[in-house]
């Protein structure tokens, strides 16, 4: 069960994605700002800055975008917004967990953001720490199929420190440690497996099983919360089943 949760929410983002694009771009483009002001702007001694400038190329930001993002946040050009990371907690409808995490330069228009959209959409704001011990970090690499089996990646990434392989319809998802992250990336390199992305997110510990009323409820909720330039991930722990999947989709 333990992809379905993200692959809902994936699968139900990629239609609305084209409309989006644009505040996708400017998502992407604020991560390598702000990897590369983080760790430096060499990418080869910033794996978390190359991580990041590789999502960016693999959804088709333009090559003069990305460097001038790097080069703002290394501080080789001038301009760049002054970047912090908040994290929110809350509720959805029917209980469902949710973290909210924001990369602004304007505290309170990320609070207010995020207050209205989780108000409008049968959810309400929690105290800090009431609902992130339900969730760990973890590092995440997602990679398309291809002629690859479950079994092929699992053998390539193994002994790198991965925890499991997740089946995600047409994508594989794997999960590891954050600290072995970047090995687990680099064993794909050696195998010479492309792959889509490779970050740090949040997993749920305990997971809210949805029917498919209270998946629509939550996917509104997360939708209006992605529509905020502030908001950069919105994590849940909403497990939905292929079936209530199918149900949507209909």
Known sequence: MSGHSKWATTKHKKAAIDAKRGKLFAKLIKN????????????????TLY?????????????DNVERARKRGAGEEAGGANWETIMYEG????????????????????????RTA???????????????????????VVLDKGEKTEDDILMAVLEAG?????????????????????AVRSALQEEGIDYDSAELGFRASVEV?????????????????????????????IDVSDDVLAELDA
């Open 32 to 47: 390598i700002e702000v990897a590369a002001r983080t760790g430096g702007g060499d990418p080869a001694g910033n794996p």
């Open 51 to 63: 991580d990041a400038i590789q999502k960016a190329k693999k959804n088709s930001v333009p090559q």
């Open 91 to 114: 509720y959805g409808p029917g209980g469902v967990a949710v973290l909210i995490e924001c990369l602004t330069d304007n505290r309170n228009r990320a609070a207010g953001e995020v």
């Open 118 to 140: 989780m108000t409008r959409n049968g959810g309400n704001m929690a105290d800090p720490g009431s609902v992130a011990y339900l969730f760990s970090r973890k590092g995440e």
């Open 162 to 182: 991965a925890d499991e392989v997740n089946d995600l319809g047409e994508q594989f998802e794997i999960v590891s440690e954050p600290t072995d992250l970047v």
């Open 209 to 237: 099983e949805a029917d498919a009323e209270l998946a629509r409820k939550v996917f509104k909720l997360i939708d209006a919360l992605e529509d905020s330039d502030d908001v950069q991930n919105v994590y849940s722990n």
